[in-house]
């Protein structure tokens, strides 16, 4: 079993359909869809190789920290190697191919790689492939390890360079970077607003809690549009903040047409900004951990907040039968909001024995709770099948359950990745290093973004 | 990439200046006095500091001018600018 499409819910648009080309075979998708909802949504759970041995891998979050659905965009003189299947937006008449594959992806020669792979240790290559000589079996063992190909023909797009100048820059458009830029802009200064997906809202885009007293899309919508009608706010969508540097520079890549067709791109495809801010605000929210254990990279294996964007966002479903290992709370949210989606949710596995409310809301929805365990190793072929788990506290019996799907939530890390390469430690991420830099939300040690709203 | 402060024309990128290195570096002489040490020295020997350093910058890409700048190695903090020929005004900071 595998990811299916939902009869209702989301936020595509239904009334347009998108068709797409995915390893030579044909598919289609909803306008809103990116690559990976798309992909999950047409029952596809194996999107590529792993780098070495190549294991099979599937999708394993939907945004940026996407380690698996690296792909090929395109054909020929336009082609791009190596994209994040869950950073392409779907568009009419788009060609993508899997990467590190051959000769098909369900059907892997190098695979035959992880049956010795005890033979094959780190730096085996550049160590045994010494005599005569590294160059003469390099092209063929690069090839085997590679990711993408890089086009033969010159680039046939245009990109644009641009300086520019912000007295307040607001990285990330979560709730924190909306509530921060909002007050900003309230004082007349210049406010720019930078977000690397197509729509603002972050976390905020699948919350299901009410934000000060309407739900979190009505809020994010009335946000939006104060933001919009501020002429001294400038909002920047598909752009990432790549690199903060000295005095309050920071480099930005936006993503002005990458989203349209071929045919309907007119003028510089990107465009890399040079930013000089007077303050940076750092809202750029958090990644889940995932979890380690056996085979956790099989196919099935998924981030549970990931899960909880493809339904809310895609009313993509990432299988049937679904079970939860986490640590913490936030997994909760995501078996509820599936279980009500009416997903089967076979099993919460909890390396906790004790467990606040969430685990009495889902105790009421007859979701089997697991308590005190942690998973040790997933089971299946091309696919998970089942997972075994095993006791954290000596309370709990060691077993296994079968699923399509797992998805896991090892806690939340903070995005800190600007932030320390302003100079600060990210073990003190409330107190930046430099007067130019400060941080919101989740990076500042919030649990919750929200929690923030007052300041 | 820093932000300077050029005395004449506000503050600009560090891609419109030069960096002419070393600031405050007398030459020996007369020269018929000056040995191989003293002459290599002044050709050649430059202060590394981890922390406040002084340096000559042209604004290369604008007016053209030279002038001073203390600038802090590690944080790359701009500690003072002042014109060429002066000596390092004082700050708060009492350096
Ligand atoms: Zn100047």
Redesign the pocket.
């Known amino acids: 079993m595998s990811g299916w499409r939902l009869k209702s819910g989301g936020t595509i648009d239904r009334d347009r359909r998108v068709r797409f080309q995915w390893d030579g075979r044909s598919y289609e998708g909803f306008a809103g869809d990116t690559l990976a909802s798309a992909l999950l949504a047409n029952g596809i759970s194996l999107v590529g190789r792993s780098f070495k041995y190549h294991r099979p891998r599937g999708l394993f979050a939907a945004g940026l920290e996407e380690p698996n659905g690296i792909v090929q965009l395109e054909a020929d003189e336009a082609t791009i190697p190596n994209l994040k299947a869950t950073q392409i937006e779907l568009y009419d008449g788009l060609i993508a191919t899997p990467v590190n594959v051959k000769p098909s992806l369900e059907f892997d020669l190098m695979a035959a790689n992880s049956l010795v792979k005890r033979f094959i240790p780190a730096a085996f290559y550049y160590k045994t492939f010494m005599w005569p000589g590294w160059h003469w079996f390099e092209p063929s063992i690069r090839r085997a390890a590679g990711l993408g190909t890089a086009p033969a023909e010159p680039d046939p797009d245009a990109y644009e360079h641009r300086f520019a100048h912000t007295d307040i820059l607001v990285v990330g458009a979560g709730a924190a970077g909306i509530a921060a830029a909002l007050a900003a802009a309230e004082s007349g200064t210049s406010v720019m607003l930078v977000e690397v997906e197509p729509e603002l809202g972050g976390g905020l885009r699948d919350e299901k809690q009410p934000v000060e007293g309407q739900s979190a899309t009505a809020w994010l919508k009335k946000a939006t549009k104060a933001l919009a009608s501020k002429s001294n706010v400038t909002i920047l969508r598909r752009t990432m903040a790549f690199g903060f540097y000295d005095h309050g520079l920071i480099g930005l890549h936006e993503r002005i047409a990458d989203h349209l067709p071929p045919d309907q791109r007119h003028g510089p495809r990107q465009r890399l900004w040079k930013v000089r801010c007077g303050q940076v605000i750092l809202a750029t929210g958090a990644f889940e951990r995932p979890f380690p254990f056996a085979r956790n990279d099989l196919p099935g294996v998924m981030l549970a907040s990931s899960a909880l964007s493809y339904l809310s966002r895609y009313a993509v479903a990432p299988g049937r039968n679904i079970v939860i290992a986490t640590n913490n709370d936030s997994a909760y949210t995501v078996g509820l909001a599936l279980h009500d989606a009416g997903i089967q949710i076979s099993a919460i596995i909890d390396s906790r024995t004790t467990v606040g409310a969430c685990a009495r809301d889902a105790e009421e929805k007859a979701i089997r709770l697991i308590l005190g365990a942690a998973p040790v190793r997933a089971k299946g072929r091309l696919r998970i099948e089942s997972v075994s788990f095993a006791p954290v506290s000596s309370t709990t019996e060691t077993g296994s359950v079968g699923c399509d799907t797992l998805l896991v939530s090892g806690g939340w890390n903070p995005t800190v990745h600007l932030h320390s390469q302003s100079g600060a430690c990210a073990a003190s991420a409330q107190r930046p290093s430099r007067p130019d830099a400060s941080v919101y939300g989740r990076p500042s040690g919030c649990r919750r973004s929200l929690g923030r709203f007052a300041e | 990439m820093l932000l300077i402060l ?4 506000g503050p ?1 990128a560090e891609i419109e200046f030069r960096c002419g290195g070393e600031s405050h570096i007398e030459r020996p002489g007369p020269y018929s006095e000056v040995d191989d040490g003293a002459w290599a020295d002044y050709l050649f020997t430059r202060k590394n500091p981890k922390g406040e350093h002084r340096e000559r910058w042209l ?1 290369a890409a ?4 030279w002038f001073n700048v203390a600038r802090d190695t590690v944080s790359h903090t701009i500690l003072a600018v002042y014109p060429m020929g002066k000596t390092r005004p004082p700050t708060e900071a009492g350096t």
């Open positions: 050029c005395p004449y024309c600009r604004h604008g007016c053209r001018q």
